[in-house]
């Protein structure tokens, strides 16, 4: 149920073993650079409803998802050239891009405006996942930066645990750049002087 992998230098082994029980539908709880995460794979049908419902979330708010690099983003996402400029400049790190969704993202996975919040977090493990993977992860924060804490709290709805170290919790700055117009949704761990 947990399993601990090293934060500087993942080993292969064991994200291969995550990446299995999410190519089956499974939800595991990871370390990102902002907070432990709980997700699960994007095109998953079976892992989204179980997300939806562990989160008790609406489907009418998707949650924002994980890539491993800007050329990824530009699958899931509308991405101009200011878009692209102001990602490769803050990422990776502690932010969540809103941007304009493209057909290759699910529709359970689009606002009613059809955007997407993406991240690509400073975190190895999570990268790792996502490359082997070779597909987005679902991030929805867990609220708990422990992860024996986790485990208690939301088994036997996970079925991995990654313990990847101590973390200090913050959410993500949110930025919105549709229409090439910035808009800080939400300030947080991100440093955002530089969009006034």
Known sequence: MIVTINSENPQQRLINRVCEVLDNGGLIAYPTDTFYGIGCDLFNKKGIQRIYKLKNRPLSKP?????????????????????????KRLLPGPYTFVLEGTKMVPKIMLTKRKTVGIRVPDNKICLAIVTTLGRPIISTSAGLDDPYEIKESFSPNLDIVI??????????????????????????????????
């Open 63 to 87: 949650f924002s998802f994980i890539c491993d690099s800007l050329k990824e983003i530009s699958r899931y996402a509308q991405v101009s050239n200011y878009a692209y400029k102001t990602m």
């Open 163 to 196: 313990d990847g170290g101590g973390l200090y919790p913050s959410p993500s700055s949110v930025i919105s750049l549709i229409g090439d117009v910035p808009e800080i949704i939400r300030a947080g761990k991100g440093d955002v002087s530089s969009f006034f």
